[in-house]
């Protein structure tokens, strides 16, 4: 079952107008496009100018009349724009499926660091408590097994609050929501629904499919699905919303590596774990790799160096970063992490070299050695090398110990 949540920013705009001006705090605040302009707009309010009746959308004046005291800011969307960018390095600790919806809301597909941080609820907690401590902003979210729960969930209670929709209890929580609460219904999807007596969420789920079909068509099909718990399409990764530059996993052992043996054990997980992420995100062959090496002291070291030619081989990255290793790191070592990562991709054409006729044969296998390991599990197919010490593969290195993309390393 896949542990999705739906983290949303309260009162987002209001509540970087007042971290930047704390002065604000306490105070009914409405954010404008512009003051000087009475005609403008209230785009945004603090949850106490909301309990006086003051609304997104509304004219100034108008709100004005429901509550005189209300201060007005002019919005800074470069500011919000970069709060929001600290808000997502956060969710990034958890995972890379970060779908955003709108500047303030996010999907996030965390069900591959459960074993790492904890249950959903656990994970949307730690989530709640960072964003506040660090950034003094709070969030609600909801935990669910798909997209339209999570947000369901994280709508139910607000501000700075946790919802669980699960199995067990979506029939006693969603069911009995108005059916206006589902995502994307409309005011007048609810009123023809309502005219048909289909007033709440279960009232949708449990009304025969072929007369919803006959009345609304495919979309009645889908909402009726959302209304189910059987929506399921995928969070989409982060990067596919902004251009990737390099791509890179790096692992804290578990013991300090102190053979060229363990170094090799590391070494391969991490490039087989880096190529298959290359695979996924289809955007051509890297012509660079970095080598990141901690010691048990603390102290690191970065190395670069440009490929044999591009490649997308784990292999290729697994021999290369070896070379980088045994050349920089003389003499005794206590390693503590590893890291590897890829850059330069190249879509056009390359130069043809001996080593690269090699290179479909070479990827086929590749592709093969992937497709295993994503139907059976990582553990199916390990090189022989990295069975002399298992306990390496604890963890999927390729969704834990995740480094973003335009990450340090
Ligand atoms: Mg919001």
Same mark, same amino acid.
């Given at each position: 079952m896949r542990v999705i949540l739906h983290v949303d920013l309260n009162n987002f705009y209001a509540s970087v107008e007042m971290k930047l001006d704390p002065s604000l /705090?306490?105070?009914f605040v409405g954010v404008c496009g512009s003051i000087e302009n009475r005609h403008g707009i209230i785009l945004a309010k603090s949850e106490n100018a909301k309990k006086m009746g003051v609304k997104t959308g509304m004219v @100034? $004046? &108008?709100? %004005? $009349? !429901?509550?005189?005291? !209300?201060? %007005?800011?002019?919005a800074k969307h470069d500011k919000y724009i #970069? =709060? #929001?960018? !600290?808000?997502?390095? @956060? =969710?990034? $600790?958890?995972? &890379?499926? @970060?779908?955003?919806?709108? @500047?303030?809301?996010?999907?996030l597909d965390v069900t591959n660091s459960v074993k790492m941080f904890g249950s959903g609820e656990e994970i949307a907690e730690q989530i709640r408590q960072t964003v506040k401590n660090e950034l003094g902003l709070t969030v609600s979210i909801g935990v669910s097994f798909n997209k339209v729960f999570a947000k369901l969930g994280? &709508? =139910?209670k607000k501000p700075d609050a946790i919802t669980v929709i699960s199995n067990d209890n979506y029939k006693n929580l969603v069911w009995n929501m108005g059916v206006e609460n589902l995502l994307f219904v409309g005011r007048s999807t609810k009123q023809k629904l309502e005219k048909l007596n289909i007033k709440t969420i279960g009232n949708l789920a449990i009304t025969d499919s072929d007369f919803i079909s006959k009345k609304f068509g495919k979309w009645g099909e889908t909402l009726q699905t959302y209304a189910k718990g059987e929506e399921n399409s995928e969070v989409l990764l982060d990067e596919e919303h902004s251009e990737i530059k390099s791509v890179g996993n790096s692992i804290t052992s578990y013991r300090d590596l102190v053979t %060229?043996?363990?170094?090799?054990i590391v070494l391969t997980i991490l490039s087989e774990s880096? #190529?298959?992420?290359?695979n996924d995100y289809k955007i051509g062959k890297p012509d660079t790799l970095t080598l990141f090496v901690r010691d048990s002291e603390l102290v690191s070291i970065t190395r670069q160096v440009k490929l044999d030619y591009p490649s997308c081989l784990a292999e290729d990255y697994e021999k290369t970063a070896y070379q980088l290793f045994i050349k920089n790191v003389k003499g005794k070592f206590s390693i503590r992490s590893l890291g590897v990562s890829v850059s330069g991709f190249n879509k056009g054409d390359e130069q043809i070299s001996f080593d690269s006729l090699n290179y &479909? $044969? /070479?990827s086929k296998l590749n592709d093969a050695v992937s497709d295993i390991k994503h139907k059976y599990g990582n553990e199916s197919l390990l090189k022989g090398i990295v069975l002399k010490d298992k306990k390496f593969m604890k963890e999927d290195p390729k969704t834990e110990h995740v480094v973003h993309p335009d990450g340090h390393l």
């Open positions: /705090k306490g105070k @100034i $004046k &108008d709100a %004005l $009349k !429901l509550c005189p005291e !209300l201060v %007005l800011v002019e #970069s =709060y #929001s960018n !600290l808000v997502r390095d @956060i =969710y990034r $600790k958890y995972t &890379d499926k @970060i779908e955003p919806f709108g @500047i303030d809301e996010c999907w994280s &709508d =139910y %060229l043996d363990d170094v090799k880096v #190529s298959a992420r290359v &479909d $044969k /070479k």
